[in-house]
């Protein structure tokens, strides 16, 4: 595919995500601290939050099956979530995470379980949107070009 | 770049190279932390485990120049990690969080912050937080020459400071200042230091039992509330003992007082259930926050209030108690204390109940927040109490094992039975001759472990004032030891109500007694922690006798609640565990026998009940 194609391609993608807020600024900023000595960045720190969500996703369903739930646990675990998002600029799961914590507090079984299933499917919904654009800037790279800011 | 290079270059061109230490359990914040604080050029170390951190920074004490930490990890809660760093180490240390509730970053300040951050943090943050060493060196000076601020009882000062401004940073760098100098036995005069340049580190005191025993008396002896630096260190009469150091650890005693005073509140029913009439043990009952103790109705009266007010004969005092923590022991003569107490006045006393008793002694309530009974047993010869096991729950009557003969009671790691495994010696504030009768019968079986569960751990063990002989009384001892574990079940008690399996959470640390405790002079001084603090400083471990083998709790934290696991096995307790650090230092050992975290205080963190601060 032509290269100039292929940034371009890029650059919208990357703008809608922010324009949908899937990212945030904070996205931005990990963009900005890697360099050619931390060339992987923000590719690493992304799969260390995709890795720790599912493992919190998961603790989440598991509390939230309990027959007395402990709404501690729970909450703790959103805390933990909302703020791993907030760190790469998840903005929709963070801002569902803060949801999630209102049920969390009025002990809201149901809420919580809503919630839970809104949240998983903002982590999933980002998840795919930052592999595609991770995709396209290895294309770009393969292709020998550089990511446009 | 060479090493050499690296480190002189560190030096020279502050804040480059200025040594970070980042604790965060999130993966992904951490990694981007460190990242952000690399592209600040300071030099960084991570970790996800706050005793990993606590570990690296006790080896050697000046590898790190600032500590960055996490309000929420699940190994120990920020605060806690905030407050050992502080009093340990006096390295300032920001906080960082998701969550920016001005009640939080209250806490933070309280707890000694030199900052808040909030997630996400960004690098324009980050790239300023070298002032708070700067601040804190130069401070240090200033402090010292304001030495007049040390003659007023400021304990507050500390807790109350803002870290905003900077008379509030003063404050609280001098605190932390006044807690290096504290720790150094050798400690010059605060003069010399006034010149030298903003890096040098005064010798510290170390506060061993023998020195903190005699604070005590002297604190006691004048009063809490009229005891000031000047005369108490008249009283102490201990040379190279500065006013500044007394000062010093003045504050800490009396915010550690302060917090167990909550404590205490929580505690009240607690108190009762320990039953123990002796009023001067309600006090400590209060503190001891085991609500389980039903039978310790009659303490009610003695709750919070006496404690509140820092009777000293009463909870100093009686901390001295042979008992040292009370667990010395009940007396062994059938007169349990226990029983003792509940002549006085325990509306529901029933010896044979003991329920919510320490063994036999309102002890229990100490027992339970401090694993105190581990060296109790030593002490006791008995089997000891390892460890305070699970603290009973209020509903299990006979949870609170008091052991009557203070031999039987054991305390068992932690087992989810809800029997306060307070092994009769530990609960024994009294002298060890003494039995707890009072429901020896009750209490052996109970006592077995004083387990905590679900991580419930004696966060702090209560400052125990060596208690005079008067200890020998039971109620002396068991204020004593109740004050102690007042702190502790308060913690406890509090966290308890939810799932506890009959474990209190003992907030306190591990209560080392000292075997020696009989009677008097074991300070167990231990901080309270109640909640994430506790200053280490205050706790005086009993030096544990070698064969207090029963104390060896190790604390677990979990979710917050710090479980309290006594080990028994040899005392691997060294005697005459002086300084907090040492403590802390032995439990860590214990701890990592286990690996677990073990620490005197142990801040507890999803302790929501927490009532001071």
């Not at chain 2, 604190?219 to 630096?229: C, E, H, R, S, W």
């Not at chain 2, 100490?366 to 694993?371: A, K, V, W």
């Not at chain 2, 909640?531 to 677990?556: C, Q, R, T, Y």
Request: net charge negative.
């Amino acid at each position: 595919m032509d290269l100039v194609k292929l940034q371009r391609q890029l650059v919208d993608y990357r703008d809608s995500l922010y324009h949908e807020c899937f990212l945030d600024e904070q996205f931005t900023q990990l963009q900005e601290l890697q360099d050619e000595n931390n060339p992987d960045f923000v590719v690493e720190v992304v799969s260390l939050f995709f890795e720790d969500s599912e493992r919190l996703l998961n603790e989440l369903t598991k509390a939230l099956e309990q027959q007395s739930i402990d709404f501690k646990r729970v909450d703790a675990h959103v805390h933990q979530l909302k703020g791993s998002s907030s760190s790469i600029g998840a903005q929709r799961v963070q801002k569902s995470c803060i949801a999630f914590r209102n049920y969390c507090e009025e002990q809201n079984v149901e809420g919580c379980l809503t919630c839970l299933q809104l949240v998983r499917q903002e982590y999933y919904l980002v998840k795919s949107k930052l592999e595609a654009l991770f995709k396209l800037e290895q294309q770009i790279l393969s292709a020998g070009g550089s990511i446009p800011i | 770049m060479t090493v050499e290079r690296i480190v002189s270059e560190a030096k020279d061109q502050f804040p480059i190279g200025m040594r970070v230490l980042a604790v965060d359990d999130d993966p992904t914040c951490l990694l981007l932390l460190e990242t952000l604080l690399r592209r600040c050029q300071y030099h960084v170390t991570t970790t996800s485990q706050a005793i990993t951190a606590l570990k690296m920074l006790r080896e050697s004490k000046n590898k790190f120049d600032l500590v960055i930490s996490d309000v929420h990890m699940p190994d120990m809660d920020g605060f806690k990690l905030l407050e050992l760093v502080g009093l340990e180490m006096d390295l300032p240390v920001i906080m960082l969080s998701a969550n920016g509730d001005t009640k939080l970053v209250m806490k933070g300040i309280t707890h000694g912050a030199c900052d808040y951050l909030l997630k996400p943090v960004r690098i324009e943050e980050l790239k300023n937080i070298w002032q708070h060493v700067v601040r804190r060196k130069k401070f240090d000076r200033k402090d010292r020459i304001n030495s007049d601020n040390q003659d007023k009882p400021h304990a507050d000062s500390g807790e109350a400071a803002g870290m905003g401004n900077a008379d509030n940073n003063v404050k609280v760098n001098k605190k932390r200042k006044d807690q290096k100098e504290d720790e150094d036995e050798d400690r010059d005069e605060d003069g010399h230091d006034n010149d030298d340049s903003s890096t040098q580190k005064k010798p510290r005191v170390v506060w061993s039992v023998e020195l903190h025993r005699k604070f005590v008396a002297a604190v006691n002896q004048l009063g809490i509330d009229k005891a000031v630096p000047k005369k108490i260190l008249e009283l102490m009469n201990v040379e190279k003992l500065t006013r500044e150091n007394v000062a010093s650890h003045l504050q800490k005693f009396r915010l550690y007082l302060k917090r167990i005073s909550c404590v205490a509140n929580q505690q009240a029913n607690m108190a009762a259930a320990l039953g123990t009439a002796d009023s001067s043990y309600l006090r400590m009952g209060s503190l001891n926050g085991l609500g389980n103790f039903h039978s310790l109705a009659g303490t009610d009266q003695f709750h919070n209030a006496p404690f509140r007010s820092f009777p000293p004969s009463g909870v100093l005092g009686r901390l001295n108690t042979p008992a040292g923590l009370g667990i010395r022991g009940l007396p062994s003569t059938g007169t349990i204390p226990l029983g003792h107490v509940q002549n006085s006045g325990h509306s529901s006393n029933d010896p044979n109940k003991l329920q919510s008793f320490i063994p036999g002694n309102h002890n229990a309530n100490i027992l339970q927040g401090l694993p105190m009974s581990l060296e109790l047993d030593q002490l006791q010869n008995n089997k000891g109490v390892s460890h305070i096991g699970e603290l009973p729950t209020a509903n299990s009557s006979s949870v609170f094992p008091v052991p009557g003969s203070l031999m039987d009671a054991r305390i068992t790691g932690f087992s989810n039975n809800p029997i306060l495994g307070v092994t009769s010696n530990s609960l024994m504030l009294e002298g060890s001759s003494q039995q707890a009768a009072l429901h020896a019968s009750n209490l052996r079986d109970g006592v077995s472990a004083i387990g905590f569960q679900n991580g419930n751990t004696l966060s702090d063990f209560a400052s125990i004032d060596p208690v005079s002989n008067q200890l020998r009384d039971s109620k002396a001892d068991l204020q004593g030891q109740a004050t102690s574990i007042n702190c502790n079940s308060g913690q406890i008690m509090t966290s308890v109500p939810q799932e506890w399996n009959a474990s209190i959470p003992a907030n306190g640390a591990i209560i080392q007694l000292d075997q020696c405790l009989d009677q008097n002079n074991s300070i167990f001084h231990r901080t309270m922690d109640s909640d994430s603090i506790g200053p280490m400083s205050f706790v005086d471990p009993l030096s544990i006798k070698a064969h207090n083998s029963a104390m060896e709790p190790s604390v677990i934290e979990k979710e917050g609640y710090l479980m309290y696991q006594s080990r028994p096995q040899g005392n691997h307790i060294p005697d005459n565990i002086g300084s907090l650090e040492d403590l802390a230092s032995a439990m860590m050992k214990q701890d990592q026998d286990n690996g677990k975290p073990a620490y005197g205080n142990f801040g507890h963190n999803s302790y929501s009940h927490r009532a001071c601060i």
